[in-house]
């Protein structure tokens, strides 16, 4: 049975965190019944929601799990 597509344009990110890091967030996404990545990607979006933007010019692109949920069903 094929996987089906988490997001649409996917770029691999090769990042070094502290061990403690890495044992937290592997025993979150477990707890949670989620993968890594997804849990990572949510940190992301909220970072990144959280930056002020001080440019009209400024976009930041944030996608929901609910919104990667969609795109996954409709693809």
Avoid: C, G
């Avoid at 890594?36 to 970072?47: G, H, P, Q, Y």
């Avoid at 929601?49 to 996608?63: A, F, G, R």
């Amino acid at each position: 049975m094929a996987r089906e597509k988490k997001i649409e344009n996917p770029v691999t990110l090769f990042a070094t965190i502290e061990s403690a890091q890495h044992d937290a967030l592997r025993t979150i996404a477990f707890n949670q019944r989620r993968s890594l990545a997804d849990a990572v990607r949510e940190a992301l979006d909220m970072w990144i929601q959280s930056q002020p933007k001080n440019h009209k010019e400024d976009t930041y692109v944030s996608v929901t799990k609910e919104e990667r949920v969609q795109q996954a069903r409709r693809a």
